[in-house]
């Protein structure tokens, strides 16, 4: 095949792919469906918050941990205080908080130790200098 072929062909699709939409999503809804949170939905997203603190709480850190109960009580005023509605958006910000605190086990930076990072947002902001 030769790559001229393959470019006239693009050439007559490229119409045809610019007009394109979206395809519609059929039985599921993807917009607001409100800030309630459930301890399930914790645990789906991250399982071993299922456990007690009592048995997964590091002894270095034993105030840090939640389980999934007390985590879907405190993500749920924060949605509703925030107005953070969506589905993928509420997806989108307890996983990356599952991701961050180790299954919310802890809430403090614990490794590396980066200077900076004393609160529950444990993510690295890089700083930049602004020269005058």
């Known amino acids: 095949m030769k790559p001229v072929f393959f470019t006239n062909t693009l050439y007559l699709l490229l119409p045809v792919l610019a007009s394109a939409a979206p395809a519609p999503i059929i039985g599921r809804d993807i ?12 645990i789906a997203i991250a399982p071993s918050s299922a456990q007690s603190c009592t048995n997964r709480a590091d002894k270095n850190a034993p105030t ?11 993500i749920a005023k924060s949605f509703d205080k925030y ?3 969506s589905p993928a958006e509420q997806a989108a910000v307890i996983s990356l908080m599952a991701l961050e605190s180790v299954e919310f086990l802890y809430n ?18 890089p ?3 602004c020269e005058k």
Do not use: F, W
């Open 31 to 42: 917009h607001s469906r409100g800030t309630s949170i459930t301890a399930q939905q914790i």
């Open 64 to 74: 840090e941990c939640a389980d999934a109960e007390k985590v879907a009580t405190n």
């Open 83 to 85: 107005q953070v509605t």
């Open 108 to 125: 403090r930076n614990k490794s590396p130790g980066v200077p900076g990072q004393g609160s529950m947002y444990l993510q690295s902001v």
């Open 127 to 129: 700083v930049e200098k």
